[in-house]
């Protein structure tokens, strides 16, 4: 029996190999995308004077 138990060890390791593996490799396109809009709204916005600060420029 303990054999059997010394056995599935690595079973179970390659099997969580593969999953892991398995995620790893997803496609995440569509999130990148996402941050990408995101950053370029953020860019946008930082490129637009702050509210109330036209009397600050000289």
Do not use: K, N
């Not at 303990?2 to 390659?14: D, G, K, M, Q, T």
């Not at 969580?16 to 593996?21: L, N, S, V």
């Amino acid at each position: 029996m303990a054999v059997l138990a010394w056995l599935l060890i690595p079973l179970f390791a390659a099997v969580g190999a593969a999953i892991w593996a398995d995620w790893a490799s997803r496609d995440r396109i569509s999130g990148d995308v996402a941050e990408l809009a995101g950053y370029a709204r953020f860019r946008d916005a930082m490129e637009q004077p702050a509210p109330g600060t036209d009397a600050l420029r000289p």
